[in-house]
């Protein structure tokens, strides 16, 4: 096209332009987006007081200026094709970048149109909206994207994201911990396939997750795809994923740590049953005499009452007992959760426990709830923990004293134990330490025994607290009740 024309055509643009209401209208001062008219060149023509804020120059300086003068080198030749397009009647939109007045970049979403006044071609009609921000927004989102995929993919724990229960992602690891050899051998499997002992309380934490919320994190079993099971602690997190809703599941191997408190545990308990041994030795030591007195008397030929077996047999039984509980917390297990009566279990412990009590001349009192209380526990680790504060009691009082032990119910979730003694209480420096690993007053101690009994209640979802003054210290061992033994 020659220069001739192309004028006439700027001319007759120009004329539209001035003389026309509904460009009027359109190039109205009030418009929020950057309305502008160029000539068939490419020259500004017409702008309106929205491209003054998106460009940085006065409407007077865009009109002598070519959107060529605008588009950054990068861009300039897609957006050169772009305006060809336009001027052979083709409506335009893509996304480009000027440099302002000001020498910024400012990102556009550009929409061209041709100009068509008596089915010819005029000029190019244009609306430039400022997207830099959102672009911004766009980048920052990605590199955060990008950063979150490489920590989930070098995350030292299973990371999985589920739909409708369903796995949609899963980093290495996580097919690792699930039993696949790859990632897509867990894609679109049902989670709860994976937590088949967890099932009620994976539907707790997804409804928790649905809501915003993210759960505590829970020690569970977890099957694997060959159905073999290994310990893990997992997490639930609400999060989105490809712009839905979806849940993280976190999942942390804990299989050797579980491995190392067993070990620490079973030597604990080794060296519970070794101190209370001089204790058991004594109580033991007073039915046999009585027994082998008994059998003495009979072996003489002299009369004896039929009522020697009955004694006899009593004393058997009682050494059996004791033994029996010995044995039962010498003996490592592997944890056996079971529904069991508390009271049971403190009568126990305060019969294993009662020897060493009275060598230290200390009397152990219960004040049991009259209604029988159940929890679900592995029996043998609670034993542990009673006897591990009992213990402590009856050597804070220094030979003379008396140990309460009580139950008591807090509504109907919690079972609480109290062990009171009336020792000289527990210094504020000393109190904050209890629990942490190898801290020991005493001179032969390795500071385990607490640690441990910390741990093994935190396992049954219970608390331990501990109250103390120069009147004596009471341990308070919360525990969830469980309705019944069923």
């Excluded at 024309?5 to 001062?29: A, M």
């Excluded at 989930?152 to 996580?174: C, L, M």
């Excluded at 003495?296 to 009452?305: E, R, T």
């Amino acid at each position: 096209m020659n220069s001739i024309k192309i004028e006439k055509k700027r001319e007759k643009l120009e004329t539209f332009i001035r003389e026309s209401v509904l460009v009027k209208q359109l190039f109205d001062g009030s418009k929020s987006e950057a309305y502008y008219a160029m000539d068939l060149e490419g020259n500004y023509v017409k702008a309106n007081k929205a491209c003054e804020k998106v460009s940085g120059y006065t409407q007077d300086e865009l009109i002598r200026l070519s959107y060529k003068e605008l588009i950054i080198n990068k861009h300039l030749e897609d957006v050169d094709t772009k305006f060809q397009y336009s001027i052979t009647g083709a409506i335009q939109k893509y996304e480009c970048t000027i440099i302002s007045k000001s020498n910024n970049k400012v990102d556009l979403e550009v929409t061209n149109s041709p100009i068509i006044v008596d089915n010819e071609i005029i000029g190019v009609y244009g609306i430039a909206k400022d997207i830099t921000n959102s672009n911004e927004q766009k980048k920052k989102l990605r590199e955060s994207e990008r950063l979150h995929r490489s920590l989930i993919e070098h995350s030292p724990d299973g990371v999985i994201i589920i739909q409708e229960q369903r796995v949609v992602f899963a980093n290495k690891k996580a097919s690792e911990l699930l039993g696949g050899n790859d990632v897509k051998d867990i894609l679109g499997k049902d989670v709860s396939g994976f937590f088949r002992g967890y099932s009620s309380r994976l539907i707790k934490n997804l409804s928790m997750a649905e809501k915003g919320q993210a759960s505590d994190l829970h020690e569970v079993k977890m099957v694997q795809l060959n159905n073999k099971e290994i310990d893990v602690e997992v997490k639930t997190i609400p999060t989105i994923f490809l712009e839905d809703q979806a849940v993280y599941f976190i999942i942390r191997d804990i299989t050797e740590r579980k491995l190392a408190h067993e070990m620490m545990i079973n030597s604990e308990k080794l060296t519970v049953a070794g101190q209370l041994a001089a204790g058991i030795a004594h109580e033991i030591r007073n039915p046999i005499t009585a027994i082998k007195g008994f059998l003495q008397l009979m072996d003489s030929g002299k009369n004896y009452n039929q009522e020697f077996f009955s004694v006899i047999s009593a004393e058997i039984n009682r050494i059996e007992i004791i033994l029996s509980e010995l044995l039962a917390l010498a003996k490592p297990q592997l944890e056996r959760y079971r529904h069991i009566e508390i009271q049971n279990i403190l009568k126990h412990v305060v019969a294993l426990t009662k020897s060493q009590a009275i060598l230290h001349n200390v009397h152990i009192k219960t004040k049991f709830h009259s209604d029988p209380l159940f929890i679900l526990c592995d029996e043998n680790k609670l034993k542990q923990v009673f006897i591990n504060f009992i213990k402590n009691a009856i050597e804070a009082m220094e030979n003379e004293g008396t140990i309460t032990l009580t139950i008591d119910q807090h509504d109907d979730y919690f079972v609480v134990v109290n062990i009171q003694d009336q020792g000289p209480g527990i210094p504020k420096e000393i109190l904050d330490k209890i629990g942490k690993p190898f801290f020991t007053t005493k001179e032969n101690g390795t500071g385990l025994g607490v640690m441990v009994s910390f741990e093994i209640v935190k396992h049954h979802n219970g608390a331990i607290s501990i109250d103390s003054n120069s009147n004596g210290t009471t341990i308070s061992i919360q525990l969830p009740m469980t309705k019944s033994c069923e």
